[in-house]
């Protein structure tokens, strides 16, 4: 079984930054093993939305629009942590953040990822 914890949520003004990490672990597994690894969001009343994916191999990225230029994901396999880098935050940023992960080949949508986290707080004043 794989287990996701996310971390580094928390209360930032709007322009602020935050650094969200998700750490993987689980018997015998290494991140590698994952090969693709997501964050998702979701703001009270809404879906869950994807903000970026990261694959291994190479460590290709695609954002979703609203977050691209802002947003930053990167993956470290030694350490079996993901990140999410957000700048210039909004407070339409405000959410419960999600990391999610597969062993296989997976895009944007929150149903194709077996693995999640519990989620971290992102609030975002004005």
Do not use: H
């Not at 802002?70 to 405000?94: H, V």
């Amino acid at each position: 079984q794989v287990r996701l914890v996310e971390s580094g949520g928390g209360l930032v003004q709007a322009g602020g930054s935050l650094t969200l990490s998700c750490a993987a672990s689980g018997r015998t597994f290494s991140l590698f093993m994952m090969a693709s690894m997501a964050w998702f969001r979701q703001a009270p009343g809404r879906e869950r939305d994807f903000v970026g994916g990261i694959r291994a191999n190479g460590g290709d990225t695609n954002y979703a629009d609203g977050v691209k230029g802002r947003f930053i994901i990167s993956r470290d396999d030694a350490k079996n942590t993901m990140y999410l880098q957000m700048n210039d935050l909004e407070p339409e940023d405000t959410a419960v953040y999600y990391c999610a992960a597969s062993p296989g080949f997976r895009g944007t949508l929150s149903r194709d990822y077996e693995f999640w986290g519990q989620g971290t707080q992102v609030t975002v004043s004005s």
